[in-house]
């Protein structure tokens, strides 16, 4: 009874630690980033984009970045002077778009 009992609270803990992790990263990738497109490189990929504080990436302080995209087709959607809103995560390669829209 003893060993039901520890291994019903080892799944019990597993199953609660598991859902708060992807509960929030969730809400990490999610975060939409407000900011604007100071430079764009189609052969290479990425963006340059100014934007306020990115918590979802750590970043706490307003900065200017390059980021790599996810989808280079996001690419033609925006030009330099756009406001952005966007959305990013990091890889092992650095920071990559995954989402980006022309702010309304």
Do not use: C, W
Not at 13 to 23: E, H, M, P, Q, R
Not at 41 to 57: F, R, V
Not at 62 to 86: A, I
């Amino acid at each position: 009874m003893n060993r039901i009992i520890r291994i019903a609270a080892a799944l019990a803990l597993t199953v609660g630690l598991a859902t708060g992790v992807f509960s929030s990263g969730v809400v990490a990738a999610g975060a939409a980033i407000s900011g604007e497109v100071k430079k764009i490189d189609e052969s290479a990929g990425k963006i340059t984009l100014k934007h306020g504080p990115a918590k979802s990436l750590g970043m706490e302080e307003p900065m200017t970045m390059v980021y790599r995209v996810k989808d280079t087709t996001m690419l033609k959607q925006v030009k330099v002077g756009d406001k952005v809103t966007f959305e990013a995560e990091e890889a092992a390669a650095g920071y990559t778009v995954t989402k980006l829209e022309k702010a309304k």
